[in-house]
């Protein structure tokens, strides 16, 4: 459902009667783990089909009044968006590629048939609550502010058609590292469910793909691995993506497979990054199937050396493990490689402000 583009929002400020006292807030800051803490505002926008985009607002963070009949709670027309502020070092704060985050999420809006969101409104959104609540970046090493602006349909009624009115909003959470720490590499579970089929949502960054990925990634975690692999839904022996981070497979060829966005596939930004950063390191780069079969035997082999994950949040994370019900395979020596630690090493140095941004990709915040 395209939309014209708005004229500029004016966000109005909601006063917070009880912000986070300095003292709470350096306790939560200290040790934030992921996704547990929140910040003290969040931005609410509303859209309706008379009015477009409206009622801009940084409000106190907490919860949201909901009609019982509001239609994402009969038919799931719900995105969102996963992106990190960071401190530079400088001392300035920046995003990283949020005009990638801004066209992924109208992508996935216009596959749910939901109301897009001007870029620059998406964007201003999130730098507004970076510098509204700046004082929540995590003091601890390699912390950063994870933002989670979502979409979702607010129309009261009980019809399958797509709703006339949504809430686009952003919250963040100060966030350290994604897997815990003391795991130099994850392991991974060959999963027999699958989680996106041609044709399907798998390429947009809807809650339905991930509640269809917790049952599977139970039964990783029950099993002692630290991930969920699923392959193609066809064949069931393509490598696809993990619960919520693409893949990468390193050679001793010095070449770099990594499955093909099809559909299928979330187009991830991390992902298209390092594609960027291996092909400026003289590498070849090759978006092709690879099975679950030839990555046992190559690694047995030793032609693959390294497998890497990446996504948002967990940035870049070396896989050391691979298990399904015929057994498992370890990958190298099963722990971090030197290409895996080198790519990151790349990424958050631009991320960071620490090294020569040459792709444009870091925005700071004024």
Known sequence: MATTAAPALRFTRVPHPAPAAADVRAQVLANPGFGTKFSDHMVSIDWSESEGWHNAQILPYGPIALDPAAAVLHYA?????????????????ALFRPEANAARFNASARRLAMAEI???????AVEQLVLTDQDWFPTVEGGSLYLR???????????????KAYRFMVIASPAGNYFKSGSPAVSIWVSDYTRAAPGGTGAAKCG????????????????????VL?????????IEELGGMNLFFAFDDGSIVTPPLGGTILPGITRESLIALAREE????REERYSLDQWRADAA???????FACGTAAVVTPVGKVADHNGEF?????????????????????????AADTHGWVKKIA
């Not at 001007?118 to 201003?124: K, Q, W």
């Not at 003289?282 to 780069?285: E, I, P, S």
């Open 330 to 354: 370890t990958i190298g020596s099963g722990g971090p490689g030197q290409l895996t630690q080198k790519l990151r090493q790349r990424l958050v140095s631009i991320q960071r402000g620490e």
């Open 77 to 93: 027309q719900e995105i969102f968006e996963g992106l990190k502020a960071y401190r530079l070092a400088d001392g300035g704060i």
């Open 230 to 238: 699923f392959l193609d839904a066809a064949d069931h022996k393509w």
């Open 118 to 124: 001007p870029e620059d409104l998406f964007i201003a």
């Open 149 to 163: 602006p979502f979409m979702f349909a607010s129309e009261a009624f009980l019809g399958v058609r797509p709703a």
């Open 301 to 307: 082999s030793g032609k693959l050396v390294e497998t």
């Open 282 to 285: 003289g590498l070849t780069v």
């Open 208 to 227: 339905g793909n991930y509640a269809a990925s917790l049952v599977p990634t139970a039964e990783a975690f029950a099993r002692g691995h630290d991930q």
